[in-house]
């Protein structure tokens, strides 16, 4: 148990507990030439457990090269994630920014094929079903503070393009952050109709701008990625880190 609560306090929906696994026990998902869209914008709110038992698999199989996926984020993550992925050749594609040494050598290498894109417009280009052949992402991966009653998704200390996202997966593993405090009602939410049809936020008081949670499970909060893809699963890990 860490100073701030417990797994089991933080799953509220008591039905996603039988889906709880050790991060490397997911190994099993991946498959290279996935697409894998992450949480995270900077090094803030992304996954750290179930990557870091993905590059380990690779190292200690020597899969280097073998295991490789196209990896989609809202921004830069963390140097243990993404930049050691880099080094142990596990990353095709990568959009829309990163930094890091061994990720940028290699992209100037052409081991790694890197697409530029305005930030501001990525979570957008996603939900038109640009990057990928059927708009689709095999796996997310999302770190989260909670998990409510009705299945709403209080994210940590960054929102990236998951409310975007999660609805696109295919599957979805949760990394449940117990190491820092509940981020819960801290994030304002605010989807918004695809132009032309876009109307303004009409914000005049400070007051929360819409919601603070990701529904899991658009309308009904199950532990699936959306209603009209039957076939999506997920899975919880746990996450003690403090970054």
């Given at each position: ?38 949480s995270g914008f900077?090094?803030?709110?992304y996954?750290k ?5 993905l ?15 196209n990896?989609?984020i ?45 930030l ?26 909670a ?30 952050n ?23 936020s ?38 003690g880190?403090?970054?």
């Open positions: 148990m860490s100073d701030f609560g417990t797994l089991e306090s933080r799953v509220r929906r008591k039905s996603l507990l039988s889906k709880v696994m050790k991060p490397e026990d997911t190994v099993q998902f991946f498959k290279s030439g996935q697409n894998l869209v992450w900077t090094p803030a709110g996954p457990a179930v990557p870091i038992a590059a380990d698999h690779v190292e200690a199989n020597n899969l280097q090269g073998k295991l490789k996926f990896l989609f809202g921004a830069s993550v963390g140097a243990e994630t993404e930049d050691r992925w880099a080094t142990l050749d596990m990353i095709d594609r990568r959009w829309p920014y990163q930094t890091g040494k061994n990720i940028a050598k290699g992209i100037n290498a052409g081991r790694i094929r890197m697409g530029d894109k305005h501001g417009l990525f979570a957008q280009d996603i939900s038109y079903g640009f990057y990928t052949e059927n708009g689709r992402y095999d796996i997310g991966i999302f770190e989260v503070s998990v409510t009653e009705d299945g709403g998704l209080a994210l940590t200390s960054s929102c990236g393009i998951v409310a975007e996202a999660i609805g696109l997966c295919d599957k979805i593993i949760l990394e449940v117990t190491g820092q405090p509940s981020f819960e009602g801290i994030h304002d939410i605010q989807m918004q109709q695809k132009p032309p049809n876009r109307a303004p009409l914000i005049t008081e400070a007051i929360p701008a819409s919601d603070s949670l990701c529904p899991l499970r658009h309308g009904e909060g199950h532990c699936c990625g959306r209603v009209q893809a039957p076939r999506q699963r997920s899975c919880l890990c746990r996450s880190r403090h970054f």
